[in-house]
């Protein structure tokens, strides 16, 4: 085997590892009676702000869900759990589906605004890495696999840079976080009925998708480069 596959191939036994950790760490938590105990009660006293003042938290937390989408120190996940409570699963999922997407949509324009923007709000460099994956005819497909992959502020400031077709790029971000939506929806459900199972199956699966798509953008990276080699 040569060294190249052996370096290759690290990334992906470290995921793996990496996904193995979270799963034992996450069902070490679920009979932890601290954890426990300090989820129900941040969950309860979001969840009785939430009932106060409904409209209110509704959209604080859309809004939260729309930073979060734009800047990458921030989460909505937290609020998830009781805001399943409140609303219930499908209003939660649309109010942190639209907010994502609204976040990135201003990332979309402020990436379109152009490059001194950018590294006035600190991205530039951050976008330099992933440059060479995207291209202004980049297919929606690819573009929906790419939107998986990388986190979820990165899109819409490369893409608006591009000056990507606006309504195809809205198009795969509204896939991409549907998918990612659905899984923390019911994540935060199984946190809230205490049901690990489902947990462990939500958070597996979106590593699992993620895993798939960042394998698949660095196959397409090794192909691109060795084209570029051969010619």
């Known amino acids: 085997m040569s060294q190249q596959s052996t370096q290759e191939k690290r990334p992906a036994l470290s995921s793996w590892l990496a996904l193995t950790g979270l799963a034992l760490l996450l069902i070490l938590l679920f009979y932890s009676d601290t954890f426990r105990s300090l989820l129900h009660e941040t969950t309860t006293w979001a969840k009785h702000i939430m009932e106060a003042r409904p409209a209110f938290g509704a959209l604080v937390f859309f809004l939260f869900s729309a930073l979060s989408a734009m800047l990458a120190f921030t989460s909505s996940a937290v609020l998830v759990p009781p805001a399943n409570l409140v609303w219930g699963k499908m209003v ?5 589906w639209g907010g994502w997407l609204a976040g990135a949509i201003v990332a979309f324009g402020i990436g379109n605004a152009g490059g001194p923007l950018l590294s006035r709000l600190g991205f530039e460099q951050k976008l330099k890495r992933y440059r060479e994956f995207v291209s202004k005819r980049m297919s929606f497909w690819l573009v929906v696999v790419f939107c998986i992959a990388v986190p979820s502020e990165v899109p819409g400031y490369l893409f608006g840079g591009l ?14 976080e549907s998918i990612y939506a659905l899984g923390l929806v019911l ?44 010619a």
Not at 92 to 96: I, K, S
Not at 163 to 176: D, E, K, Q, T
């Open 187 to 230: 994540a935060g459900e199984s946190l809230t009925t205490s049901n690990p199972f489902l947990l462990l199956t939500a958070v597996a699966a979106l590593v699992l998708i993620a895993l798939f798509a960042g394998w698949f953008l660095k196959r397409l990276r090794r192909r691109r480069r060795s084209k570029g080699s051969a």
């Open 163 to 176: 000056h990507y077709p606006f309504w195809r790029f809205v198009g795969a971000v509204a896939i991409a």
């Open 92 to 96: 939660t999922f649309f109010l942190l």
